[in-house]
């Protein structure tokens, strides 16, 4: 879901001395993500699923955990240069690049919501020529297959400023993560929308720089136990 960039963002957090012995787990926080997967405090990752995850795995390796927050389609850069050792919540198609893969880990699924009153969408052919809402440095690989050039991006920085701009009229249907949606209308009992359309469902990897500070036996080791043990479920029924 995240865009090819020739450019970094600048890094938010420092990455000086990284590459020592006993280094830190240097993670990406991408800025276009948000609840429940990345809650941001002044461009600086402060909570939701990511955040838990990241420090579970640097405990288990047992290491300091160094968050760098990005902007979403400048994550391939960020990995393929080693600027930052890893990111989770990612699939191979989503960013460019040859990584380390860990084992699936979070369960998601991609759908169409729309506001009350518009045209149902009962299938992705539904949404050609409409203007649909996305978040900028997202990849939509399925809807694009489908829709091609008919494909009306209304783009936002965040999912959150998407569905803002849904409820405010700007557009009358958005591609979402079913995660996201269900803990949005959770939070915000104001945010009235259909689940139209579950187009695709699919299980979230993490992916790790082939020049990472941290082995990626290691690192895979460490996932592995925290799926094992029901670590990783756990982190995630905090936000459901």
């Known amino acids: ?33 948000n609840m429940p997967l990345a809650q941001f405090h002044n461009d600086k990752l402060s909570g939701g699923i990511l955040k838990d995850l990241d420090e579970a795995i640097a405990q288990r390796l047992g290491r ?17 240069t080693g600027k930052a050792d890893g990111i989770c919540y990612v699939r191979p198609f989503w960013i460019d690049g040859q990584y380390d893969w860990s084992r699936p880990l979070i369960p998601d699924a991609e759908l169409v919501a729309s506001v009350q009153g518009a045209p149902p969408v009962r299938s992705l052919a539904d ?7 996305t ?7 399925r809807v694009e297959q ?22 405010a009229g700007g557009v009358r249907h958005t591609v979402i993560g079913k995660a996201t949606l269900a803990y949005q209308m959770r939070m915000n009992k104001t945010l009235r929308l259909r689940q ?4 695709a469902s699919f299980t979230a990897q993490c992916a790790f720089s082939k020049t990472a500070r941290v082995p990626f036996e290691e690192i895979n080791q460490a996932i592995n136990g925290l799926i094992d043990d029901g670590s990783v479920d756990q982190i995630l029924a905090r936000y459901r």
């Open 196 to 199: 139209d359309l579950v187009f």
């Open 127 to 133: 949404l050609r020529d409409r203007p649909v809402g």
């Open 146 to 167: 489908v829709l091609g050039l008919r494909f009306q991006r209304s783009e936002s920085p965040t999912m959150e400023e998407n569905l803002r701009k849904l409820m």
């Open 64 to 80: 300091g955990i160094v968050h760098v927050s990005v902007a979403g389609e400048q994550v391939s850069e960020a990995l393929a």
């Open 135 to 141: 978040v900028a440095g997202y990849r939509y690989p």
């Open 1 to 33: 879901m995240f865009k090819r960039s020739a450019c970094l963002a600048a890094l938010i957090v420092p990455l000086a001395g990284a590459a020592a012995p006993g280094a830190d787990l240097v993670m990406i926080a991408p800025l276009n993500q």
